[in-house]
């Protein structure tokens, strides 16, 4: 049996830069020293002419970006700790909403998450030159972390990004390099990412997307009107607008969906002839592109003779047009006396419009719309500074989530993503899911921007963070959804995760208290931490959904939990002895047996070291499990 040490690779997160080796390794062995190391010279002769060594190249450099690069490569020696007691239908539900820094939570979903998410929609602190809420530190980002969010003391501060550093774009850049670095990794091939933005950092974002997702997945800037009326104390030009930009994981794949008609739109389909095929509206059937076979007459009822307007053509040569008129599609008006005209039907046009590039805000709202929305939620409290309305995060979803998606925002904010996903499922009866990621940001009284926010935590006796009005939104959401017919079929609930320092206790080499040290090492499991605790590590770092089916049952006399229908297996109690050790194991086959996953000899399981009274109990369970098919390699304990 396998014991996972604090350094085993088992108990981080995704090594991304082993994983990018081995595929790296598989598709060009050669490229491959002796000793395991890439030879650069032969790696550039089998990529031929797609290398680019020059050293003057087009693109976006700044200070600092090479350490944001390897901080995305770093591991996470972090966890995600379960708590059901915060959650809404923690049993049924697929939603996940975690409150951690986003950095961190990021690498930790690698393992399960990669490759799944359909859409990720991120608003992102704007850089404003107000305070920094991610100062990464690459020595101990969870330390970092802890102290910041006031979990634990320490010195870290946070400064302010003012232009007057000389490290204003940069600053805000390193921020932002590793998350969407991890965040490409999490979407599908199909996948699309949505990041809203103002016209300060906009063109530094797009080079910096570019640089990670490619220049060729570049989809779109969308423009959102975010205001309808001008500020009239503004210096210059008044801002009415945001960017979204739009990126694809690959182009090729990515499917953008569309609009649906309004009401108004479809009113100007008509039938004013009766026509069997039903309702349509006339197109005009000249075009300003170049056609040599689009230059003919065409005679009328009345028998004027039409030709195209000058420099335009025909849509179509002259036998198409006769099949056209022979149908019944071509119309001269009502009268008969108009110029000839294509009917387009209602029921033969796509579902939807394709989407432009402008986005109103009598489409999709604007700020003030998602105040008053706030407001509706929290009792008439505005409590978040600048959100952003359901409408414009339902035409997202919309566009890019499809029915059952899995979707990402790891700045998770007031919560517009998640309460949008409710409402679109509510609404069609759709299984979006959602993972949400929110700092757990302490507010400030004294800060004017924080003050609303403050006032409605003490008013409803919550923490005074951030993250805990982003879950309380969620919970008045879905109870004010919850009264809509589809309620029953609608999952409107959220497994709550917190970010946390690992589980296990680490060895410090540098320990005057050797005796000490040694007791830890023995039952190195951290006193404060639950057996959930250690059942969700190990989901997180086996691959395998925060939201997979869970079954628990006693074995001579120990509690265990099937996991996935039996591809995991966890039995965390504190005390196995050796005549335990032959019971538990049969009990967990003959579980396995009932449970018949589809690959039994892929079946994982995991114990607490410390729990085995002697190596004979562990050694004897062990070789059971063996004996019944299980992989020796797949049978580890913490």
């Not at 031929?48 to 995305?72: F, M, P, S, T």
């Not at 009284?445 to 924080?450: C, F, G, L, R």
């Not at 000490?516 to 989901?539: E, G, H, M, P």
Request: aromatic share 8%.
């Amino acid at each position: 049996m396998k014991r996972l040490e604090p350094n085993s690779p088992e108990l981080h997160s995704a090594d991304i830069v082993a994983d990018n080796i081995a595929h790296l390794k598989t598709l060009f062995p050669e490229a491959f020293a002796a000793e395991g190391k890439i030879d650069f010279d032969v790696l550039k002769q089998l990529l031929g002419g797609e290398v680019d060594d020059r050293e003057e190249r087009y693109g976006l450099n700044w200070h600092g970006k090479r350490k944001a690069r390897q901080l995305a490569l770093t591991p996470s020696t972090g966890t995600l700790r379960p708590c059901p007691e915060e959650s809404v239908d923690w049993d049924t539900t697929q939603n996940i909403f975690i409150e951690g820094d986003n950095l961190e939570v990021l690498k930790l979903l690698q393992k399960s998450y990669a490759g799944k998410v359909k859409l990720i929609y991120i608003d992102p602190p704007y850089n404003t030159g107000n305070d920094f809420v991610y100062p990464d530190n690459f020595q101990d980002s969870i330390k970092n972390y802890l102290e910041i969010t006031g979990q634990v003391k320490g010195g870290q501060q946070v400064s302010s990004n003012t232009e007057a550093s000389g490290r204003f774009h940069t600053d805000w850049l390193n921020m932002m390099y590793p998350r969407l670095k991890l965040a490409c990794s999490l979407l599908r091939d199909d996948g699309l990412i949505f990041i809203s933005i103002d016209d300060g950092e906009v063109a530094s974002l797009r080079h910096c997307m570019a640089d990670i997702f490619g220049e060729s997945n570049f989809v779109a800037n969308v423009v959102w009107q975010k205001a309808y009326t001008a500020n009239m104390t503004a210096k210059f030009i008044s801002n009415t607008h945001d960017h979204i930009l739009v990126f694809a994981k690959n182009i090729d794949a990515a499917i953008v969906g569309r609009i649906a008609r309004s009401d108004d739109q479809k009113a100007k389909f008509k039938n004013p002839d009766n026509d069997p095929r039903g309702c349509w509206k006339a197109e005009n059937l000249s075009a300003g592109k170049y056609y040599a076979a689009g230059q003919f007459e065409i005679k009328g009822p009345t028998g004027e003779v039409f030709t195209p307007p000058p420099g335009r053509y025909w849509r179509c040569n002259e036998e198409s047009y006769r099949q056209w008129l022979g149908d019944g599609r071509i119309t001269f008006g009502i009268s008969g006396e108009g110029r000839p005209m294509l009917k387009k039907y209602l029921a033969e046009v796509e579902e939807g419009l394709t989407p432009s590039t402008w986005w109103s805000h009598e489409e999709c709202g604007t700020n003030k719309e998602a105040s008053i929305e706030l407001k509706d939620v929290f009792d008439g409290d505005a409590c978040f500074q600048t959100p952003k309305p359901l409408r414009l995060l339902r035409r997202i979803c919309d566009l890019a989530a499809g029915r059952d998606g899995i979707v990402l925002d790891f700045f998770g904010g007031s919560g517009t993503t998640a309460h949008a996903l409710f409402a679109a499922n509510v609404a069609d009866n759709g299984a979006r899911r959602f993972i949400l990621v929110q700092l757990p940001e302490p507010l400030d009284a004294s800060n004017p921007e924080q003050s609303f926010a403050m006032a409605t935590c003490s008013k409803l006796r919550m923490r005074p963070v951030l993250s805990a009005l982003t879950s309380e939104r969620l919970r008045r959401a879905a109870a004010l959804l919850a009264s809509g017919p589809l309620k029953e079929r609608c999952d409107l609930g959220f497994r709550v995760f917190k970010l946390d320092s690992g589980n296990i206790e680490p060895w410090d080499p540098a320990t005057k208290d050797v005796p000490s040290a040694i007791a830890k090492a023995v039952d190195n499991v951290k006193a404060d931490r639950t057996d959930d605790d250690l059942v969700y590590d190990v989901l997180l770092k086996t691959g395998l959904d925060l939201c997979v089916p869970i079954e628990s049952k006693k074995i001579a006399g120990k509690e265990v939990k099937s996991i996935g229908g039996g591809v995991l297996f966890t039995c965390f109690a504190t005390k196995i002895k050796a005549a335990d050790a032959e019971p538990l194991a049969l009990g967990i086959v003959k579980w396995r047996d009932e449970l018949a996953p589809a690959n039994p000899k892929e079946c994982r399981v995991v114990f607490r070291d410390s729990a085995f009274e002697s190596d004979v109990a562990k050694s004897n369970l062990a070789a059971i499990l063996k004996q019944h098919s299980f992989d020796e390699k797949l049978i580890a304990s913490l």
